[in-house]
């Protein structure tokens, strides 16, 4: 695995941490800017999972993982694009789909 690769990896880690933190300390805070987090977390696992289909040996490499990483792409542009009109409300069926596919892809 690359450096870049990891440094994503580890950057989307550092975001659902923090967010795990915000969400215990403060737990009446809105909703929107939860999924703020959630976004940006999103869009950088998913940035990590396409590099590192392309960073890995082409024996070890399953189109289930880049297919699973498009998606999740797809879903954080979408989470991002469309601001804190539609966040809420769209949240957890996003969040849902995306769980899905990626339980799917990696039976």
Do not use: C, D, H
């Not at 999924?35 to 977390?41: A, E, N, P, V």
């Not at 989470?79 to 892809?105: D, K, N, R």
């Amino acid at each position: 695995m690359k450096f870049s690769n990891r440094l994503l990896l580890f950057l989307a880690g550092v975001v659902f941490v923090l967010l795990g933190l915000f969400l215990f300390t403060n737990p009446v805070a809105n909703l929107v800017a939860y999924s703020w987090w959630i976004s940006f977390g999103l869009l950088v696992s998913s940035i990590a999972a396409i590099l590192g289909y392309f960073s890995a040996p082409k024996e070890l490499r399953s189109p289930v993982y880049l297919f699973q990483g498009f998606v999740s792409l797809l879903l954080a542009l979408y989470l991002v694009a469309y601001g804190f009109v539609t966040l809420p409300v769209v949240i957890p069926t996003i969040v849902g789909i995306w769980l899905i596919v990626a339980i799917i892809a990696f039976f």
